[in-house]
Antibody, heavy 123, light 112 residues
Framework: EVQLVESGGGLVQPGRSLRLSCAAS????????MHWVRQAPGKGLEWVSG????????GYADSVKGRFTISRDNAKNSLYLQMNSLRAEDTALYYC????????????????WGQGTLVTVSS | QSALTQPASVSGSPGQSITISCTGT?????????VSWYQQHPGKAPKLMIY???NRPSGVSNRFSGSKSGNTASLTISGLQAEDEADYYC????????????FGGGTKLTVL
């Protein structure tokens, strides 16, 4: 069974940093691209970032570009999101999601999703 | 990037059919046959319901179907059941110089 377990969320002050992790199991991790998607409280889904199987292709939403960095460690079956210069508007539940293929691209979809880790940015 | 446009809410009675629209542009929905749909129950993670406009993953009821015309994709749920009450989101790749995806704002389905 495919499992994605996010961790690393918490309460952080504006301007500070946080690193999220996503532990993957039940599939060959380095065969698939991965993504981070977030959901602000009571709001809709927002794609945050995606990374191909070998980290060769990476993308970011405009709202986080220059502040967030996605990475992966295929030896550890883990996905990461380094979040710097956090803002109140980054407050959200952050999900990691598996792509359908190794190379993230137009044909990608997100399945399955983890249960999410909550990031709260507040002073 | 702008979110895809979905109605905020739709409703229907058990046994009826409903359709949720998802309107984008030629840079996303209209440019690719890769629209996907997700169901999210309160407090739960989203679940893939439709991929590549009209394909159902294994285990998803055939009461769920998808289609697309021009820049608008649609999700139809037939034979509404109480457990279909949830939020539904569409998603599409959007063309740009880098990898990028966009979601719709979400539609709350109420089964009356």
């Amino acid at each position: 069974e495919v499992q994605l377990v996010e961790s690393g969320g918490g309460l952080v002050q504006p301007g500070r940093s946080l690193r999220l992790s996503c532990a993957a199991s039940g599939f060959t991790f380095d065969d698939y691209a991965m993504h981070w998607v977030r959901q602000a409280p009571g709001k809709g889904l927002e794609w945050v970032s995606g990374i191909s199987w070998n980290s060769g292709s990476i993308g970011y939403a405009d709202s986080v570009k220059g502040r967030f960095t996605i990475s992966r460690d295929n030896a550890k079956n883990s996905l990461y999101l380094q979040m710097n210069s956090l803002r109140a508007e980054d407050t959200a539940l952050y999900y990691c999601a598996k792509d359908r293929a190794a190379a993230a691209g137009p044909g990608s979809w997100f399945d399955p999703w983890g249960q999410g880790t909550l990031v709260t940015v507040s002073s | 990037q702008s979110a895809l446009t979905q109605p905020a809410s739709v409703s229907g009675s058990p046994g009826q059919s409903i359709t949720i629209s998802c309107t984008g542009t030629s840079s996303d929905v209209g440019g690719y046959n890769y629209v996907s749909w997700y169901q999210q129950h309160p407090g739960k993670a989203p679940k893939l319901m439709i991929y590549e406009v009209s394909n159902r993953p294994s285990g998803v009821s055939n009461r769920f179907s998808g289609s697309k015309s021009g820049n608008t994709a649609s999700l139809t749920i037939s034979g509404l059941q109480a457990e279909d009450e949830a939020d539904y989101y569409c998603s599409s790749y959007t063309s740009s110089s880098t990898l990028r995806w966009v979601f719709g704002g979400g539609t709350k389905l109420t089964v009356l």
